[in-house]
């Protein structure tokens, strides 16, 4: 967002879980991953 956080958010219930600080610019991008590990086929 353009005060350089970004924040992950609880769809469920509407607030925010976390928020990560130390950005230098508006955070623009974020990619998402489960955690599973996965070989290419």
């Given at each position: 967002s353009s005060d350089t956080t970004a924040r992950l958010w609880n769809m469920?219930?509407?607030e925010a879980i976390r928020v990560y600080q130390g950005h230098h610019k508006?955070?623009?991008c974020c990619a998402?991953?489960?955690g599973t590990e996965t070989s290419p086929s």
């Open positions: 469920a219930t509407g508006a955070a623009v998402l991953h489960d």
